[in-house]
């Protein structure tokens, strides 16, 4: 019976995989303009994590401002692209160290701290975003922080798990390996008759 537990050989590409989909829903997040939405209709606000948008209820174009302007808007687009550009470098990192045969566990452990540190830079600019925002750009109608946002948060999430997984994996090492013998239970006859 082949059983793929949580830490096997086999399985080793499901960290790489999970921190491709974090860098993909970081793509979503960075590019989107639904960081800041109006939540019903008339749609008059709409905001990416670099610029702010508004427009009429009547109007059909978009007046633009960019975010760059403000000291927190740059703070918080910085602190999520350097988390998402240590993100990307992680990801080179497992996908060299998983495809080498002699696993460096300490090079792993290593992949580890550095997911914490993009979850640390990520965190504080999706915490940065919602609160500079709502004080210094005046709110049209009812908004919501949406779905780009969401892809940020989920990124984020990813990356903590991961993180945890990349540091407790050399916990491991023998499972991962395959170094240890599979461990055989047998019960006398006389202990269990209903073998018979």
């Given at each position: 019976?082949?059983?793929?537990?949580?830490?096997?050989?086999?399985?080793?590409?499901?960290?790489?995989?999970?921190?491709?989909?974090a860098?993909?829903?970081?793509?979503?997040?960075?590019?989107?303009?639904?960081?800041?939405?109006?939540?019903?209709?008339?749609?008059?606000?709409?905001?990416?994590?670099?610029?702010?948008?508004?427009?009429?209820?009547?109007?059909?174009?978009?007046?633009?401002?960019?975010?760059?302007?403000?000291?927190?808007?740059?703070?918080?687009?910085?602190?999520?692209?350097?988390?998402?550009?240590?993100?990307?470098?992680?990801?080179?990192?497992?996908?060299?160290?998983?495809?080498?045969?002699?696993?460096?566990?300490?090079?792993?452990?290593?992949?580890?701290?550095?997911?914490?540190?993009?979850?640390?830079?990520?965190i504080?600019?999706?915490?940065?975003?919602?609160?500079?925002?709502?004080?210094?750009?005046?709110?049209?109608?009812?908004?919501?922080?949406?779905?780009?946002?969401?892809?940020?948060?989920?990124?984020?999430?990813v990356?903590?798990?991961?993180?945890?997984?990349?540091?407790?994996?050399?916990?491991?090492e023998?499972?991962?390996?395959?170094?240890?013998?599979?461990?055989?239970?047998?019960?006398?006859?006389?202990?269990?008759?209903?073998?018979?």
């Amino acid at each position: 019976m082949v059983v793929c537990g949580l830490a096997c050989w086999r399985c080793r590409w499901l960290l790489p995989l999970l921190l491709g989909l974090a860098i993909i829903m970081g793509i979503i997040a960075l590019a989107g303009r639904g960081w800041l939405e109006s939540e019903s209709e008339p749609y008059v606000q709409q905001a990416s994590l670099w610029e702010s948008c508004t427009r009429g209820e009547e109007d059909l174009n978009w007046s633009c401002e960019s975010l760059m302007d403000y000291g927190w808007g740059r703070a918080a687009a910085a602190t999520y692209l350097v988390g998402f550009v240590i993100l990307v470098i992680c990801f080179a990192l497992a996908v060299i160290a998983f495809s080498i045969e002699i696993l460096r566990f300490n090079f792993v452990r290593g992949i580890g701290g550095l997911l914490f540190v993009v979850a640390a830079f990520q965190i504080i600019g999706l915490v940065i975003y919602p609160v500079k925002f709502t004080e210094d750009i005046p709110l049209t109608g009812d908004n919501m922080f949406s779905w780009a946002y969401g892809f940020g948060l989920a990124s984020t999430v990813v990356v903590i798990g991961c993180a945890f997984f990349f540091c407790c994996l050399p916990n491991w090492e023998d499972e991962v390996l395959g170094n240890i013998k599979p461990t055989y239970y047998y019960s006398s006859p006389e202990r269990a008759p209903y073998l018979n």
